[in-house]
């Protein structure tokens, strides 16, 4: 290894001027009230039908302090400002219909985002240029190569990344315990059940209402005009609302699949890796969207019994590796504000967000072309495949750029 | 496009193997969508969709010239253009680009156009984006300076510097953002030609560590460490100062390390947090001898950054003694930070010192115990077994509850040694840690130590265990075998265990097995025959039961057979007026209260006329009216439609005799229903 680094040099730089206390450490068993100087100022971006569950969660944890809200629906920013003076008493928090006005806060040190997926990267990134920890719903991306614009801009500026599925962990505990102890034996497949890729919205225009900045909301997405069918929060993927539409999601494939292929790479170990081909059902001989990785292993798209059906080798034991957990003894929420204290990775790190949606998005693709695809889990590219490359990225609506 | 047009879409692939449907959709479906709003022509849009994703090579020509039509065409409307831009995404080629590229001047389908220009390769789109650059302004020049930047166009360096300095703050940001991404020295030099206003400082400073990031990558270390060492010095931003501190150490993770330690150790705040992703992102496997040096110096507040640095680290060695020296800190916060460490850095020289903090009732405590419990290192369970053999009562016990988490079978010799320990509940916890790790072999040992105890409690201990671990066995009809092989040598003490078992494996051969001992002439080994059978899985013994009912002298036993008898109809397949009857003659038998209310129980499940007419000859018996008049006012309603003027009869009947407030507005609110 070369030794060009000037270490005087940087040795200098790296001693720069005294300031107070560097670091914010708080043991396990925080006290019920910590002093304010001491909390984790928090604002939250997106806060209707996911976000305002986010900001609950987070306000019961007395090492956070909610200073703001943002959203482009005045109702739900109402409502949010309402819920967090309502729990510290006072009237103190701001709300922002725009969250470049929240984000350019220096006293904020972490934020929440939940809007529509669209917005995730964009959001996420620009906190964290702002030196803002992010705590960011699934799915955490829209398009494959903004997962990775997003891993490298906390990795950059050493940022707190915990993406929001508490269901990656919590929901199939049972099955990745006996993964990891080693009682499935070698892991052949896993079927995985989730929904089915987004489709094109061509809803007509209806009268638009007051309460919602609608630019806003389109932000990158292509323009359209309002309907509340396109924008709406429900959890249905069933064309009443922005998780059922190319824009803004990638359908029941991310939104469920964020959750349980985020399983699926935890339970088998391979949280930071990706297939290396996508095969779509043909009617023929493969009945199920195929994922194969290079190690052998296969995801199934559907097909098997409950939402993560595990196939090993029966009678094989291998042997049992330590189990990753969450830190901070409160869930995904204590996870990520316990890394926030103590610099940690996360549970849900940014990374292993990414690579979960990439697996989503890739059966999207393969799905969407109707073809078989090769995939190259390191270069995040489809070798070879103009046509596939296309689909990695999306032009955003001037004038938003990342 | 609707849930069923996503299933075609699906589907298609396999529809479409053969060969396209282009041919077949005509030529009316593209007519129709030329006049396309928001809101119309969704059939012919799911097909012509269809018909462009998963078009093969051969076909993509004709699609794109149909769609360029629609771009050409006068009367086309923007939504109709917009569709055919998102489609030529998917087509297009070099073709589309100057069609596309006139559309990147109109206010509303300029973004449109980039969506297909962006994904379209080849130097042709470069020149029509950067030629459009001098003709467009305001929010359409910002998208193709967007363009421009995602795309990575090298020759538009030169352009996009000129805009850094732009007055307009949005078009200045946007090419500064686009230099970022660009990222080579070109770039990096175009960046800082321009005197940049302060509203775009932290643009300007993001996009230099950006390019900063790619030169170190790219092999341009020289330029790369510049950019840093400026940013880092001139920049009163503090995530900019972090960045480039953690931009140079990326840069020489070796040289890094002194530089990050000393960031560790000192007193600049942004540093000093920056300091714990270099360590544990950032440097190579040589940072870790000079972390754990370090270690015993650290005061104790970076002693635990330091360790959770350590920990996340992969593939490190096991500290050892270093760990057991944090484990023995003065500091109960670098002990817990130390245990929880553990998992990661500790191997088995650690495992007497972490199974000291069980005896811990807090987080130090549980933390050891879960660090026990997930370290998997060559010796650790052999130390757990040693640990479990010895010393503290409690804490043997809980490292036995250790040994059954950790899943490893390999311990069950060591577990079976300890199942004669003179510690009753170490002897119990060892056969409890058995349960949870034995296989189909250990039924029968398990069997053999049950015979051979004295203790009831241990006796207790093993049959759970021989439950536990017979009842995961996928076999239903052979997982009793060891069980019912021991049923035949024990005494009747061990009889009695072991018909308990029986009845949680259920299948034929235990049934047999279970019900053989109804003759036994032993009194206790004859009631457990009864119990077991009462609490059979399945309805098999039915006809035992009722024979007991019947014929047995024990009103014991009766009245264990008749409580399971009703508990089993109730899940039998047995038809309802035949359940009836049998609920019937079960109530005539019944001497008791307690079980002619559970006849009631399961007659509510089983409405009919006939039970109404049963239950109206009980509504007054002074042991059993109240249930009865429940299950009668049930029955009643629920026969409202199917049997209306039945219900209204027992509603009625009903609401003479009782004076259960309750149940009389239930009723009356019930006859209103039928009015």
Redesign the interface.
């Known amino acids: ?5 000037s ?1 005087r ?3 200098k ?11 914010v ?1 708080t ?3 925080a006290p019920a009230v910590v002093p304010p100087s001491k909390r984790i100022v928090m604002g939250g971006i997106g806060i209707g039908k996911m976000g305002s569950g986010d900001l609950r969660s987070f306000l019961n944890f007395p090492e956070v302090q909610m200073v703001a809200v943002c959203d482009v629906r005045k109702l739900h920013r109402d409502n949010a400002k309402a819920a967090v003076d309502q729990k510290y008493g006072n009237q103190d928090c701001k709300s922002y219909n725009d969250f470049r006005e929240l984000l350019a806060r220096d006293d904020i040190d972490a934020v929440h985002i939940a809007t529509p997926d669209h917005w995730h990267a964009f959001m996420a990134i620009a906190a ?4 803002k920890d992010v705590y960011c719903q699934k799915p955490e991306t829209l398009t494959i190569r903004e997962g990775r614009q997003m891993v ?1 801009a906390a ?4 940022r707190v990344f915990s993406g929001g599925s508490q269901r990656v962990y919590g929901d199939h505990l049972d099955i990745a315990k006996k993964a990891w ?3 499935y034996g070698a892991i052949k497949a896993v079927h995985v059940d989730c929904g ?2 987004p ?7 209806e009268p638009m209402r007051e309460d919602i900045d609608w630019d806003l909301w389109l932000g990158p997405a ?4 309002y ?1 509340d069918k396109r924008c709406n929060g429900t959890f249905s993927i ?2 009443t609302g922005w998780r059922s539409w190319r824009d803004y999601s990638g359908g029941g494939m991310t939104d469920w699949g964020a959750h349980r292929f985020g399983a699926t790479m935890f339970i088998t170990d391979m949280r930071l890796e990706g297939p290396t081909s996508i095969t ?5 001989d493969v009945q199920f969207l195929t994922y194969e990785f290079a190690n052998g292993v296969k995801y199934y798209h559907k097909g098997g019994k409950g939402p993560v059906d595990v196939i090993g080798t029966p009678g094989e ?1 291998v ?5 990753p ?1 969450y ?1 901070g003894g409160s869930g995904i929420y204590g996870d990520f504000v316990h890394c926030v204290q ?4 996360p549970f849900r790190d940014i990374e292993f967000a990414h690579r979960t949606a990439t697996v989503c998005h890739l059966g999207n693709i393969a ?5 078989p695809l090769k995939w190259d889990p390191v270069k995040e590219e489809f070798p070879g495949d ?2 596939a490359n ?1 689909f990695l ?10 | 496009m609707n849930a069923s047009s996503q299933l075609r879409n699906v589907g298609m692939a396999a529809l479409l193997a053969g060969g396209l449907l282009v041919a077949a959709r005509g030529q009316a479906e593209w007519q129709e969508i030329v006049k396309l709003d928001f809101g119309s022509c969704e059939a012919a849009l799911t097909n012509i969709e269809n018909q462009v994703s998963l078009a093969k090579p051969d076909q993509h020509g004709v699609l794109e010239a149909k769609l360029l039509a629609i771009l050409g065409d006068g009367a086309a409307t923007m939504p109709a253009k917009q569709f055919a831009c998102r489609m030529l995404r998917v087509v297009g080629s070099e073709k589309s680009i100057a069609p596309l590229a006139k559309l990147l001047g109109d206010e509303q389908l300029s973004h449109a156009a980039r969506y297909a220009l962006e994904a379209i390769g080849g130097d042709a789109t470069g020149a029509a984006l950067r030629d459009a650059l001098a003709k467009t302004s305001g929010k359409a020049r910002i998208g193709i300076i967007g363009s421009l930047g995602a795309r990575g166009d090298r020759k538009a360096i030169p352009a996009l510097g000129e805009l850094v300095g732009d007055s307009d703050i949005n078009t200045a940001r946007a090419a500064i953002k686009a230099l970022g991404r660009l990222g080579t020295a070109d770039a990096a030099k175009a960046l800082e030609a321009r005197k940049i206003a302060k509203a775009v400082e932290l643009c300007w400073f993001t996009a230099r560590l950006a390019c900063a990031e790619k030169l170190g990558k790219t092999g341009d270390e020289k330029i790369a460490r510049r950019i840093y060492e400026d940013v880092l010095a001139k920049s009163e931003l503090k995530q900019m100062r972090a960045g480039a501190f953690l931009g140079l150490v990326r840069l020489d993770p070796v040289c890094g390390i002194e530089p990050a330690m000393a960031a560790l150790k000192g007193v600049d705040p942004v540093l000093g947090e920056a300091a714990l992703p270099a360590l544990l992102s950032l440097l190579p496997k040589a940072a870790v001898p000079v972390l754990t040096k370090e270690l015993p110096a650290l005061p104790a507040e970076k002693k635990i950054i330091a360790l959770r640095a350590l920990s996340a680290m992969q593939g490190i060695k096991p500290l050892g003694e270093e760990l057991n020296a944090c484990l023995s800190d003065a500091n109960t916060a670098v002990q817990l930070a130390a245990v929880e460490a553990a998992v990661q850095l500790g191997n088995a020289q650690n495992v007497a010192v972490l199974v000291a903090k069980l005896a811990d009732d807090g987080d130090l405590g549980k933390a050891a115990k879960q660090a026990l419990t997930d370290l998997q290192r060559d010796g650790v369970a052999d130390a757990l077994v040693k640990a479990a053999g010895t010393g503290d009562q409690k804490i043997r016990v809980t490292v036995l509850a250790i040994l059954a988490d950790r899943r490893d079978p390999a311990v069950l010799p060591a577990l079976y040694k300890l199942c004669s320990d003179e510690n009753q509940k170490v002897r119990r916890a060892a056969v409890k840690a058995i349960s949870a790790l034995g296989d189909a072999a250990d039924v029968g040992k398990l069997v053999g130590m049950l015979f051979a105890s004295k203790d009831s409690g241990d006796r207790d201990s093993f049959a759970s265990a021989i439950s536990s671990i017979a009842a995961r066995q996928p076999v239903v009809e052979t997982r009793a075998f060891h069980v019912i092989e021991g049923l035949g040598k024990a005494d009747d003490g061990g009889r009695v265990l072991l018909l308990g078992v029986l009845s949680a494996l259920g299948g034929k051969p235990a049934y047999e097995a279970t019900r053989g001992n109804l003759a036994s002439t032993a009194a206790d080994v004859k009631k457990a025959a009864v119990k077991a059978l009462a609490e059979w899985p399945d309805a098999a013994p039915l006809d035992d039961l009722k024979n007991v009912v019947k014929t047995d002298t024990s009103d014991v036993n009766r009245i264990l057979a008749m409580r399971g008898y009703i508990r089993l109809l109730a899940v039998s397949n047995v038809k309802n007026n035949k359940r009836v009857e049998a609920y019937k003659e079960m109530y005539a038998l019944a001497t008791r209260p307690q079980e002619k209310r559970a006849v009631f129980a399961g007659l509510a499940d089983a409405p009919s006329v006939q039970v109404l007419e049963f239950l109206a000859g009980h509504l007054t018996d002074t042991d059993v009216k109240a249930e009865a008049q429940v299950t009668y006012l049930k029955i009643a309603e629920e026969l409202i439609k199917p049997k209306k003027n039945e219900a209204k009869a027992a509603l009625e009947k009903l609401l003479a005799i009782t004076d259960d407030k309750n149940l009389r507005k239930r009723a009356e609110n019930a006859l209103k229903r039928i009015k």
């Open positions: 290894m070369n030794t060009k680094l270490r040099n940087f040795l730089l790296g001693a720069g001027a005294a300031l107070a206390a560097p670091f450490m043991a396990k068993g964290m240029r702002r030196g490298e990795r950059q500026f050493g102890a080693g009682e089915m890729p489709w094109n919205c061509n809803l007509p225009g292509p323009w359209a005009p309907n069933n064309g779509p059902p043909n009617g023929k034991r042997p049992a590796k330590a189990m957990h830190k103590t610099r940690e990775r799905y969407y072309l109707g073809r103009a046509q296309r990225d999306r032009a955003k609506r001037e004038p938003w750029a990342i």
